[in-house]
């Protein structure tokens, strides 16, 4: 394989970008691959279109054949998004042995598992770096440190427009409902923001990097989601008065052989790495049982992140090929999947509830947590705005979401707590 | 090359580490590269020492030339440190054809460019990612990106005992002196401390990480270097009462194919990601044509972070051998060293000076700035401790250092001005 031919589905920004590294940058990927890359097909809607990349004609194509089934492709580059007629095309291509380097995270939250599986039958890699943290490499800093470290925990920050909303709330003291509207003004944010805002896109790729680190096969029916529809300016201003930042984390951890994955809004300690982690940005923190702590930052998206990404993996793709290894063996799942129940999750918790202003109600509400064994790292209480009213937050030390689940029902029986505003977990201060 | 046999110089922590690594992730390791890694010899000091690890007793020796000089041994790893006799011990490893992986930056900042060459010459790979900043994969990420982006400028926090100094001074309102005994006391500072915080140790590695990005043959005499004894606790306060966080900060930059490449002490916005870099943690911002900004955070230093980078390294060397590529290639210069002058470096600067309490001094002091076409960002007047005197803190746009050289010494010959305390780079803001 001393020349490798290409086919690349997709010619949009992130497809051009490929185009553009893969030929400006050609001498030095040869050094670095021992391989020469050659584009042999591009898959496109309209071969007429005029094209911001210098392309030869007979290059296009509309029709996926001519590369899911061209003996003469080796790799397959799939940029051009959708899902279910993308993994009809992939799975004839990996049925014809083809490689394939994709940056649609859609898909391989959907069909990853079965995709690495066909793959690797098929001793075939597929390499979706790009799909996860566009500019981030982290598939790759998992995997490399995996093979002499053991992951412990993920916390990331993997979803930009949520990051960026929450950073306007915060730094201009807004409400979300105007600071979606402006990211959505300023392409941010998409019309319809369900999927960023209600937290599946950080689901997703959370399924895709614990997959990676616990090597189980984790299904997004198995994370727990919380989007940061319902965080309000109050929420922002008691988080920030404790010393805490809100955002919205991914967490994957490992404890006993078991797996909890959860995406949902988080107080991190104002000095915490990822508190500072502002606007689209995407960071990621890895606790590796040798290396400890380590910390991943860059863009979250964009297309020359995304393709410089791509060309990434494309070259990781040849150097295996190359070597007779494909990185599927350390992609696809090992162990069997364990899920942590309510009981064994621990973490602290931030806790908001509005009180009668009476003498006796704070005994009464300690009561409730000294029955369940919870204690406190920190209280506040304060006035509330409605007369004869009180707001009391508290962060409670390491507790199990079964201790805070029978404390919230417990305290929902109390009649001198009116309602339970709000609560979320507390991270970082281990 | 379905078996590669190592020798490993040297046993310490870091040495055990790896014999550690090396058996407990065999199997993985093994699937990652293709090949399976033995151990062959270990050089040590004392072969009858009782040790922390499992090692057979044929594999110990006292004699250099059963590593170097022999025929069955692939590659060697070498983390006993030292400068001279390592560096001999080595360049006959390389003639001998044989691979080397080192932790150690030291001998690489004095001899690494004559034994990158000699490895290109003899067709051998060196690799050194464990040298730099210990568990962050820098070097690694460097020129896998390079291959596919343009690097335009690296920050560095790599130096691990300035910058627990530095954030102890600023988070305990302490002075240098006592903050650098208790670092001594904790293990955190040498006994001779010159090293670490006259800024050597970080030149010498912000000297690699230029060479790698900008492919030059930069020296430590090309970079110039400032260290953090003359910080005061007035400098933080002041910096910290603008909205600045002063770290210790290595900048290596290119512009129009000229470098430039200096550690000083340098004034950063709080919220600028390398400002929450805390205690002894390292961190590498690096600025890609493509990628943008991104940032790798981690431990700099310590033996199981050490050991992981070192496996990582000889993983990467492994790999390289069987493709029949070296990274050298990469490693070794291809262009002409080019070296900014004082008039092409642009940069913020924080003034801050002793004044006479009087009308008109304000006015020849903005004078002098005014001939050099020098404005300012923002400007801060307080009342000294001294009888008639105030002291001005001032932060300029950006300037040349040339104009900051020229505004210095206008600025002593002024009668008003007592003294100059400090000046200091402000980076970050753009």
Redesign the interface.
């Known amino acids: 394989m001393s020349q490798v031919n290409v086919g690349l589905c997709g010619l949009g920004t992130v497809g051009t970008?490929v185009v553009k590294?893969l030929k400006d940058?050609a001498e030095?990927?040869k050094?670095?691959?021992?391989s020469e890359i050659h584009i042999k097909k591009i898959l496109v809607n309209d071969t007429q279109k005029k094209r911001d990349v210098a392309i030869e004609q007979e290059w296009l194509t509309t029709n996926p054949d001519e590369l899911v089934n061209n003996s003469e492709i080796d790799i397959i580059i799939e940029v051009m998004g959708g899902i279910e007629d993308t993994n009809v095309l992939l799975e004839q291509a990996i049925r014809n042995k083809k490689h394939i380097v994709t940056a649609n995270k859609d898909l391989m939250a959907v069909h990853g598992q079965k995709l690495l599986r066909l793959a690797k039958e098929n001793k075939c890699d597929i390499f979706y770096d790009a799909s996860v943290a566009g500019?981030?490499?982290i598939i790759?800093?998992l995997?490399?440190?995996?093979?002499?470290?053991k992951i412990q925990k993920i916390m990331g920050i993997v979803n930009g427009t949520t990051n960026y909303i929450l950073t306007k709330m915060t730094d201009e003291d807004l409400a979300f409902d105007p600071v979606l509207k402006e990211a959505q003004a300023l392409g941010f944010a998409e019309a319809d923001p369900t999927s960023d805002v209600d937290g599946l896109d950080a689901a997703r790729k959370m399924t895709l990097l614990a997959n990676l680190a616990f090597k189980m096969e984790i299904g997004l029916e198995d994370v727990e989601v919380t989007g940061i529809r319902t965080i309000s300016q109050e929420d922002i201003t008691f988080a920030t008065s404790l010393g805490y930042t809100i955002k919205l984390i991914g967490i994957a951890s490992i404890h006993n052989g078991k797996v909890e994955v959860s995406v949902e809004p988080t107080l991190l300690p104002k000095?915490?790495?990822l508190?500072?982690?502002?606007n689209e940005?995407n960071?990621v923190y890895v606790y590796?049982e040798?290396?400890?702590?380590?910390?991943?930052?860059?863009?979250g998206a964009?297309s020359?992140?995304t393709?410089?990404a791509v060309?990434?993996d494309l070259?990781e793709v040849v150097?295996n090929v190359?070597?007779?290894?494909t990185g599927n063996?350390?992609i696809t799942p090992q162990y069997e999947k364990q899920l942590k129940q309510d009981d064994e999750k621990y973490m602290q918790y931030f806790i908001r509830m509005e009180v009668d202003d009476t003498a006796g109600t704070f005994q009464k509400i300690t009561n409730v947590f000294t029955n369940e064994d919870v204690s406190f790292a920190k209280i506040l209480q304060l006035p509330s705005e409605k007369d004869q009213m009180a707001e009391i937050v508290m962060v409670t030390h390491k507790i199990s979401k079964q201790q805070l689940m029978n404390s919230r029902e417990n305290l929902k029986g109390l009649d001198v707590v009116n309602r339970i505003i709000s609560y979320y977990r507390v991270d970082g201060e281990d």
Do not use: N, Q
């Open positions: 970008g590294i940058h030095e990927i050094y670095k691959v021992g500019g981030i490499p790759r800093s995997t490399e440190g995996l093979a002499s470290d000095d915490h790495p508190a500072l982690v502002k940005f960071a590796g040798a290396v400890g702590e380590t910390m991943f930052y860059g863009p964009g020359l992140p393709a410089t060309v990434s070259m150097k190359r070597l007779g290894i063996e350390y």
